[in-house]
Nanobody, 123 residues
Framework: QAQLVESGGGLVQAGGSLRLSCAAS????????SGWYRQAPGKQREWVAS???????VYTDSVKGRFTISRDNAKNTVYLQMNSLKPEDTAVYYC?????????????????WGQGTQVTVSS
């Protein structure tokens, strides 16, 4: 089993920046696609950005040019650098990752979610 723990959320004024971190721990053989999602009050959870094997990054249109997803493989950590923040970016941000673990000589892949971190952007 593995776990994801997010950090870095907080309150920031419009135009400001925050960097979210998502650290994976536990039984980890490899981390496959990693991504960030967010859920605003009264809305469904939406995908924000992903980084896939080979380092390719993809973003939802509303954050392109403002957010950057990156990964430090040595630290098993994924980051989301958020610049030029807008009030509409206010949400709980969740980290997601597909992690391959081993147990008793067998490998299995499971999808994990972090607990979420609140980002609030004031106007």
């Amino acid at each position: 089993q593995a776990q994801l723990v997010e950090s870095g959320g907080g309150l920031v004024q419009a135009g400001g920046s925050l960097r979210l971190s998502c650290a994976a721990s536990g039984s980890i053989s490899s981390i496959n696609t990693s991504g960030w999602y967010r859920q605003a009050p009264g809305k469904q959870r939406e995908w924000v950005a992903s980084i896939i094997s080979g380092g390719r990054t993809v973003y939802t249109d509303s954050v392109k040019g403002r957010f950057t997803i990156s990964r430090d493989n040595a630290k098993n950590t994924v980051y989301l650098q958020m610049n030029s923040l807008k009030p509409e970016d206010t949400a709980v941000y969740y980290c997601n990752a597909g992690i391959t673990s081993s147990s008793g000589g067998y490998y299995y892949t499971k999808n994990y979610w972090g607990q979420g971190t609140q980002v609030t952007v004031s106007s």
